[in-house]
């Protein structure tokens, strides 16, 4: 799993924003209050969601436009397909992805 800090305001709200890190790419997503983080590409044709949209917690794919919770990552046109979550700590005015949340703990 990555290591990777992100400024808080560099996560525009309602943005995905592509993160990469030692050659894995991933989606960022801050909603309100929280930040979610996931593999960037969909589960069903492998689309960057980075490149995708976000509104009321949802992403959609810009490819077939599958729909995903932003919040679970679960997909709401096929509910069998998930989104492959990172961990994720907002530490004050710093985003830790990956085994740096997970050390900070508190991880969602």
């Not at 305001?9 to 894995?24: D, I, S």
Request: aromatic share 4%.
């Amino acid at each position: 799993m990555p290591n990777v800090e992100i400024p808080l305001a560099e996560l525009p709200e309602n943005t995905p924003k592509q993160v990469e890190h030692n050659g894995v790419k991933l989606v960022v997503i801050r909603s309100g209050e929280q930040v979610f983080a996931y593999h960037d590409r969909c589960p069903h044709a492998h689309w960057p969601l980075s490149e995708g949209t976000v509104s009321n917690s949802v992403l959609e794919c810009p490819g077939h436009a599958w729909e995903f919770d932003v919040q679970t990552g679960r997909c709401l046109n096929a509910p069998d397909h998930c989104l492959t979550a990172v961990p994720v700590v907002v530490d004050g005015e710093v985003v830790r992805l990956g085994e740096a949340a997970r050390e900070k703990g508190e991880a969602t």
